[in-house]
């Protein structure tokens, strides 16, 4: 029979106050203390702080406590920049100062391969001891910490009475956060909250309006989930916000995306002179000024050759094919989606690059048998989704390429796919991390291997 933990009268600890000293913070940047023989997770706190905190939720394994007063403040606490920053899930670590954030990201990076043994060496003198060694960290990849988001979904929703709030998701619930404005979106969508509300207030129907996506790129765009029929009256409310807001709007019924205002074509640079179109539906990094430096170092890490044959996994729309096309011999790009294939074909014409060309494949899937797997490759970059690429690593392991670097957007999944890669007869020459997401948990890595 199951056991299963029962909070008793004798043990009950909810609604009351604890004072604690926290220690670490843990992967979602929340602080972490010990009481009554437990862990207690309290957001908002730092290491190093002593705090008041109430109990508000009780596990067998651990506490969770919400934080009522900062007794001792650590040396690293800021005063948050946005107003909203108590509601918000959006920033979790704001109240930390910037260089802060970075050394917590990369502990907790280098906690996790710790665990998956992927910075241990090889066995001494065939005893059990292993030896550890330093990972090979380089300087972290940075830009301005503000104003640097350009692609975002703003919620809607509304109440019984129809009306709406429009805003961002509250710290653990499905609730929006009404915001005024938002310091990490680019200008001028940081303040257009006011403006949505008031338009959004005049449109007609029964909750029209399921979220609005912001995109700035070469023009900003908003894109418009309509969950009824536009009306005439709608459509022209839309119509002259456009005009005053100085951007375009496209519509999206849930079937697809089209155009309420004459629209340009979607695009970005990279790489100086490299023009990437795409579609508003098409992932692009959201932090423009990161994403070129990160390009730039890849570039700088693989040391292209003219004589290079490179491998781009997971290559998108060719944010990274494209520049390296420009320094290669050849440069093979593979992805997931048809449609994303299709628009890096283009994209590659358009910048009339003729030495690299396209292909859909499944790379979680057996590709052995597809023939660009049988060309002789110097170098590879994998540029994989959150769920990681080992089984795609797996398969690829057998090329026994020389380079592989690998651009990392889930911690977890890279410690477990750097696991594969050491256990394979790769190193680790190079470490750093990309601050694409400043003052949120998210942390983005960069790794170059080598055999």
Known sequence: ????????????KLGQQCTVNISRLDANGCGVAHYQQKNIFIDGALPSETVVAKVIEQKSKYYRGKLVEI??????????RCQHFARCGGCDIQHLASEEQLSFKQQKITELFARNEVIQGR????????????????????????????????GVQYNKKGQATIGFRQKASNQLVAIKTCPVLVEPFDSLFHSLNVLIAAVSGKNPIGHIEIIASNVNTLIIRQLVKMSVQDRALWLVFAQQHQCQIMVDDGQSILPLTTCEELSY???????????????????????????????????LTPQDTVLDLFCGLGNFSLPLAKRVNRVVGVEGVDEMVVQAQQNAQANQLTNCQFYQADLNNDWQSYPWK?????????????????????????????????????????????????????????ISLIDMFS?????????????
């Open 1 to 12: 029979m199951a056991n299963f933990f029962k909070v008793t009268p004798k043990t009950q």
């Open 71 to 80: 007794v001792t403040a650590a040396e690293h606490r800021v005063k948050p």
């Open 123 to 154: 066995q001494s003198n065939n005893q059990s001891l292993k030896i550890k060694r330093e990972l090979p960290w380089q300087t972290p990849i940075t830009d301005k910490e503000w104003h640097y988001r350009r692609k975002a979904r703003i």
């Open 269 to 303: 640079q990279i790489d100086t002179d490299i023009n990437i179109t795409f579609n508003p539906d098409n992932f692009i990094q959201v932090n423009h000024q990161i994403n070129t430096k990160m390009v730039a170092m890849a570039m700088a890490w693989l040391a």
């Open 374 to 430: 049988n060309e002789t490759y110097t170098k590879v970059l994998i540029d994989p989704a959150r769920a990681g690429a080992y089984k795609a690593i797996a398969q690829l392991v057998k090329l026994k390429i020389p380079q592989l670097l690998y651009v990392s957007c889930d911690p977890a999944t890279l410690a477990k796919d750097s696991q594969l890669l050491l256990s394979q007869g790769y190193k680790i020459e190079k």
């Open 439 to 451: 003052h949120t948990k998210h942390i983005e890595t960069m790794v170059l291997f080598v055999r």
